[in-house]
């Protein structure tokens, strides 16, 4: 009897041993590789060095501009994470805002203006402006040299008038009005005053359908007919009204409605 008390007693104090001991170390999850721990020929900046630019992707080059990532991600999983949001579009990733960048782990204040920065340089970049000499005979031209860049991102309509003299040569544009996702208006004093003012006789019209539809409403067609009626008393031609979405416009003068 003896013997069993002793065992029993044995038993209970090993199992209050085992409960005092430390519960096992949980497996570290695995250390993030940095950018810079990675071989040579794979760094974004070393690649574009040795292999040009054009052979990085959009999230590589996009790490090179914000340098570094997060304690769990390095700076190309991170603009991945980013470009996964806007379905790896560049067009969606520069109509982001400030907010919607910041709201990213890892993105910063720093970060998200050179993100803006950039997609508005690359903006400003694709289409050139109209060459002082060059002659903007037909609707195509017009937009391609002074318009697609101006309203490509843009999330509100505006409206622009494209000035040109008598040779239709570039003098100016000019925005006359902003508004918010659905209209704006085009004040017809406004865009006889700044013909005036510039010395030009020609002039084209243009406003943006943040929407992406390019069907002209009943308000555009108004403004048209009033502009034009407004233009014929001051002998200034209105060369035409473009409704723009992205690469694509709308043209009443190419329809037939000038």
């Known amino acids: 009897m003896k013997d069993t008390d002793e065992?029993?007693?044995?038993?209970?104090?090993?199992?209050?041993?085992?409960?005092?001991?430390?519960?096992?170390?949980?497996?570290?999850?695995?250390?993030r590789v940095s950018i810079h721990e990675w071989s040579e020929d794979s760094r974004p900046r070393e690649r574009l060095l040795s292999a040009g630019p054009a052979a990085l992707s959009n999230?590589?080059?996009?790490?090179?501009?914000?340098?570094?990532?997060t304690p769990s991600q390095n700076a190309v999983e991170l603009m991945r994470e980013v470009l996964a949001s806007c379905d790896d579009s560049l067009d969606k990733l520069g109509e982001m805002t400030y907010d919607q960048l910041t709201a990213f782990k890892g993105i910063g204040q720093a970060k998200a203006v050179t993100i803006m920065a950039a997609c508005e340089f690359g903006r400003r970049r694709m289409v050139k402006d109209a060459r002082p000499k060059e002659k903007?005979?037909?609707?195509?031209?017009?937009?391609?040299?002074?318009?697609?860049?101006?309203?490509?991102?843009?999330?509100e309509e505006e409206c622009w008038v494209v000035?040109?003299?008598?040779?239709?040569?570039?003098?100016?544009?000019?925005?006359?009005?902003?508004?918010?996702?659905?209209?704006?208006s085009a004040d017809i004093r406004k865009v006889l005053k700044l013909v005036l003012l510039k010395n030009a006789t020609a002039l084209v019209l243009a406003h943006n359908h943040?929407?992406?539809?390019?069907?002209?409403?009943?308000?555009?067609?108004?403004?048209?007919?009033?502009?034009?009626?407004?233009?014929?008393?001051?002998?200034?031609?209105?060369?035409?009204?473009?409704?723009v979405?992205?690469?694509?416009?709308?043209?009443?003068?190419?329809?037939?409605?000038?």
């Open 59 to 69: 999230a590589e080059l996009l790490a090179i501009l914000i340098h570094s990532g």
């Open 163 to 184: 000035l040109l003299n008598q040779s239709l040569h570039f003098i100016s544009k000019e925005c006359i009005g902003t508004g918010g996702l659905t209209s704006v």
């Open 7 to 31: 065992l029993a007693a044995r038993k209970r104090l090993f199992e209050r041993l085992e409960a005092l001991q430390e519960p096992a170390e949980r497996p570290r999850p695995p250390r």
């Open 245 to 258: 979405h992205g690469d694509r416009y709308y043209s009443y003068a190419e329809e037939g409605r000038l």
């Open 210 to 243: 943040p929407s992406s539809s390019l069907r002209p409403g009943t308000v555009d067609d108004t403004t048209t007919r009033n502009l034009n009626d407004a233009c014929r008393v001051m002998n200034i031609r209105l060369l035409d009204h473009l409704i």
């Open 136 to 155: 903007l005979d037909t609707s195509e031209k017009v937009f391609q040299a002074c318009l697609k860049s101006v309203f490509w991102d843009k999330t």
